[in-house]
């Protein structure tokens, strides 16, 4: 009897799962959070088939990084929607042979928009005259603000917080114009802040 044990040699390249990764992330993750777990596998045996993890491109502010023996990507530095809103990472999978043998993968992380910007007016103070004869609902002024968020966390809405306590004006909310609500006496107040 003759046994022949055929020995593996390092002739199969790691595989991903999937050749192109996408997923998206609110901006408000905190660092060390999870992203998502790549995975490639090998059909060769032993160390022939142990592989190592590392993104080897588009990396270039350390935003994010990857568990070389599990493959999860973690965030490692806070990522701003204003900054950027999607990050092209290239990610290796590298077996242990001799010679190694490698392949890629893409991942394309869509970084979500987060509620994290005030709106900013476009001054600091605003200041008009009218005339104690003014008829409601003639504009006095607009006022405007910007926020830097998008979609519904970058809409503005004007509101009289204080100083009206006779509601003499009103201010759309949509378009920020203020307008007078109710007759006005400059002998009885002559200024409003």
Known sequence: NLIVNVQDINDSPP????????????????????????????KDIGVNAEISYSIIGGNDHKKFVIDKESGVVSLADMVDYEKSKDYFL??????????????????????????????VFSQNSYHARIREDAKTFDKILQVRANDMDSNENGKVRYYIERGDHMNQF????????????????RETTSNYV
């Open 90 to 119: 290239t990610v290796q999978a590298q077996d242990h042979g001799e010679p190694p043998l490698s392949t890629l993968a893409s991942l394309n992380i869509s970084i979500l928009d987060f509620n994290d910007n005030a709106p």
């Open 170 to 185: 009103s201010i759309e909310a949509e378009t920020g114009y203020i307008s007078v609500a109710n007759e006005l006496d």
């Open 15 to 42: 595989v991903f799962t999937s050749t192109h990764y996408a997923i998206a992330m609110s901006e408000s993750s905190q660092n060390g959070t999870a992203i998502i777990k790549l995975q490639a596998t090998s």
